[in-house]
């Protein structure tokens, strides 16, 4: 016989999207959450947390920070509570370490009672007009429920039958620990990522590949776009304007904005770019390199001990083979519903088999209209360029939240961008005080 446990949200995934939305929700009286995770504990990325790696976000753009700044569970208070904040402030001026926000996660995560650990969701489904997530013998039954799973490695297809020691995604690096002392080796990713595995290559001073050769579809190895205005792309103001767009022109805008969001640090590239020069002609290291641009790899086969990638040259139109022992592909993640989600599946996608996700990060679907599915990281398409970033993860918990609670829990409309987006209103001057709603209600 199953139980079945009643809560007005449930979560289903606790990355760091989910677990904003679980601090927001510890506060709010006469409101019950639970969050379900598969695994032990809360861990993020741990396989490319390399050493150094920062945060290509302030760390202001915490868990709760940009909603609610008195909140006990932001970045802020952490580094008070554990006694080194002048410190802090002074090592990282506006930025972090993911290694340190990693640390801040778990320290939230501790604190927070509505998380559950080792419960993987076996299925999702309704029942009696209300969700059920189905998990061991126990039926989690909700009016809200948010899926929060993450995405996941988007490796291409023709690299999958080799996946292994030798071909892995970069989100496995540190765990396949693939050995590179004097190989030959291939990174396929021109974004923050390729440049964070090629800088963890060249940073073993005992363990240099042979060869190092670096491939990026792009015309160049180009730096994230972090300017003030290309920055509002990352504002409130900016989802609603890009929300309600015709979805050929968002995206259109989604190509033109990637480095946004994808471009490689500043920092990162003078970083490569030194250590390269000091290879070539100061430290007298047995490193060949190549950096090559405007390439894809279009296929991949294994010849023996050796990896032999085929590579389509976009500038000369033209296939160059490439031979390695290592292969590390930095090419990016992949959105969708998780496999728990089945059930609802037909009920969730439209007729090109898409998700239609409303302002409020629910999602269309043809169920009783008091129950609703909120999808957190799976909107890009129709919310913009930040969805999967870090900055709006905490304005976005408090939509779900205000939606959710069926009132204005938190404040979420009242900031406005510089750049007028649809002209119908000035962009510019402060909020009177007086006309901000409180940051919770009773």
Known sequence: MEDVEQYDLVGIGTGPTNLSLAALAEPVPNFSARFLDARAEFRWHPGMMVPDAELQVSYLKDLVTTVDPTSRFSFLNYLAEN?????????????????????????????????????????????????????????????????????????????????????????????????????????????QSGAEVVNHFLGQNTALPGR????????????????????????????????????????????????????????????????????????????????????????????????????????????????????????????GLPDCVAPLADRLLNSSGELEVNRDYSLEWDGPADVRLYVQNMSEPTHGVADPNLSLAAWRSAQILNAATGRKVYRVDHETSTTAWDGSRPSSGAVPPESLPTVRSS
Request: hydrophobic letters at 35%; a positive charge; charged letters at 25%.
């Open 83 to 191: 006694g080194r904040l002048f410190r802090a402030l002074i090592a990282n001026r506006d930025r972090c370490t993911r290694q340190e926000f990693e640390q801040y996660y778990r320290w939230v995560a501790r604190q927070l009672s509505s998380l559950r650990w080792n419960l993987p969701v076996r299925e999702v489904r309704l029942h009696r007009n209300r969700l059920e997530a189905v998990s061991g013998r126990t039926r989690y039954s909700t009016g809200s429920l948010v899926l929060g799973t993450g995405r996941t490695p988007a490796l291409p297809g023709f690299a999958e039958p080799l996946q292994g020691p030798t071909v892995l995604h970069g989100s496995d690096l540190l765990h396949v620990a693939p050995k590179v002392r004097g190989k030959d080796v291939l990174v396929v990713g021109g974004g």
């Open 212 to 335: 190092l050769t670096w491939i990026s579809s792009r015309a160049g190895f180009q730096p994230l776009d972090d300017s003030p205005f290309t920055n509002e792309w990352f504002a409130p103001d900016y989802v609603d304007h890009f929300h309600q767009l015709p979805a050929g022109r968002r995206a259109e805008l989604l190509r033109r904005q990637r480095l946004a969001s994808d471009g490689i640090t500043e920092s990162l590239l003078e970083t490569i770019y030194r250590r390269l020069y000091q290879l070539d002609f100061l430290a007298g290291a047995p490193l060949q390199h190549r950096l090559l641009t405007g390439r894809r790899v279009i296929g991949l086969e294994r010849d023996g001990d050796r990896l032999v990638a085929a590579v389509h040259d976009q500038d000369l139109v033209r296939q160059e083979v490439h031979t390695a022992d290592v292969v590390v592909f930095c090419t990016g993640y992949r959105s």
